[in-house]
């Protein structure tokens, strides 16, 4: 079957203008996770949606980052007024929601350059 | 403060020996483990995962080992293969948090030559 897909796979965008990044995940899968991920970095966590619940959003890092899944299946990462420490690539991934799978399988990426 | 540590960016293995990818990490809330492997401008892609009731899982040439006294597992590649060569990625979480989020090492970069 189809994996999670992301789009667009590369955007530039100019310091201070809004973008929005979105993510298809696996159909049928319940759990939702954005990362971020910056050069020679390990992904880091931002949010997490059951369904179209946002559980966890601890990890976004400003006001400026918000996340949406109003349907419970597409998700959109917006982020206002970007700033060039937003530089980095963002990371969707999708799982089960199953108590003993805990696997996430990942897209491929949006990488975003703020000049 | 990083709570998944690896501590060798990279590693060069000759074709067709082990190749074992080293990880730690301090936070004993953590509960299951993965790796996963990345190729450039692609996402992470799973690998293998155990839980803590194990010490041990495998799957084909994959082993990870879980030591949770020592708060270490490694991943044994055998035989390693010229598309082995990727960074490798130990993840993390705790299930009972209720979140489910990875946090991750900072990768090893593996080299397999022919």
């Known amino acids: 079957g189809a994996g999670v897909s992301q789009s667009p796979r590369y955007k530039v965008a100019k310091r201070g203008q809004d973008v929005a990044l979105r993510c298809d995940p696996i159909s049928g899968h319940v759990s939702l996770f954005w990362y971020q991920q910056a050069l020679g970095q390990g992904p880091e966590f931002l949010t997490y949606f059951q369904n179209e619940a946002q559980l966890d959003k601890s990890g976004l890092p400003s006001d400026r980052f918000f996340a949406e899944r109003p349907e419970g299946s597409v998700s959109t990462l917006k982020i206002q007024r970007t700033q060039q420490e937003d530089s980095a690539v963002y990371l969707c991934a999708s799982s089960k929601g199953d108590f003993n799978s805990y696997e996430q399988y990942f897209g491929p990426g949006t990488r975003l350059t703020v000049t | 403060d990083q709570q998944v540590k690896q501590n060798s960016p990279s590693l060069s293995v000759q074709e067709g020996r082990i190749s074992i990818l080293n990880c730690d990490y301090t936070n004993s809330m953590f509960d299951y483990f993965l790796w996963y492997k990345k190729y450039p401008a692609e996402g992470p892609t799973f690998l293998i995962s155990i839980s803590s009731i194990k010490d041990k899982n495998e799957d084909g040439r994959f082993t990870v080992f879980l030591n949770k006294s020592a708060k270490h597992l490694s991943l044994h590649i055998v035989p390693s293969q010229p598309g082995d060569s990727a960074v490798y990625f130990c993840?993390?979480?705790?299930?009972?948090?209720?979140?489910?989020?990875?946090?991750f090492g900072k990768g090893t970069k593996l080299s397999v030559i022919p």
């Open positions: 993840a993390a979480l705790y299930s009972g948090a209720g979140s489910y989020q990875l946090t």
